[in-house]
């Protein structure tokens, strides 16, 4: 009977993670998709303008999969700018790699081109409201 049960778990955690990493990041094939998952999603979207032609974009997609992935408060959406001109259009992207940070509806930061992870990172911090804690104002009162 334990035997039964390890073997079959690593199925059931296997399709769990990989479910909620669907979750996590997706791809916009439209202005539907877009308005739904990005514009009406229920956390903020850093959503990431790319070409498959574009070598820096190849760079770029890992590592921001890499940094979002992991968060519960931030999901990451990736648009072809080929397949997407009307949204490249709309969010005026004149290059690529460019990515922009949404929530509730609103542009709050954006840049265009190959970051540093601290970029990255500053763009989702900005975007969760999360920053690093300081000590010194939890034990300070006003």
């Known amino acids: ?17 990989l479910f909620r ?3 996590k990041r997706y791809e916009i094939n439209n202005n539907n998709d877009f308005v739904n998952k990005v514009m009406n999603g229920r956390v903020p979207v850093i959503v ?5 032609w574009c070598d820096p974009c190849k760079i770029l997609t890992p ?8 968060m519960d408060k931030v999901d990451l959406a990736i648009i072809d700018v080929e ?8 969010f005026e992207v004149k290059a690529v790699p460019a990515v ?3 929530s509730n ?5 954006k840049f265009i081109g190959l970051v540093n992870n601290e970029m990255i990172e500053s763009l989702i911090q900005k ?8 000590t010194e104002s939890k034990n300070t009162e006003s």
């Open 105 to 109: 509806g609103l542009v709050v930061d």
């Open 1 to 17: 009977m334990l035997r039964s049960i390890r073997t079959c778990m690593p199925s059931v955690v296997r399709r769990i993670s």
């Open 100 to 102: 922009i940070a949404i």
């Open 48 to 52: 990431n303008f790319h070409a498959d």
């Open 127 to 134: 975007l969760t409201h999360e920053g690093p804690i300081s």
């Open 63 to 70: 590592k921001l999969i890499e940094l979002i992935e992991p």
């Open 21 to 23: 990493q669907n979750n």
């Open 83 to 90: 397949e997407n001109p009307e949204l490249v259009h709309a």
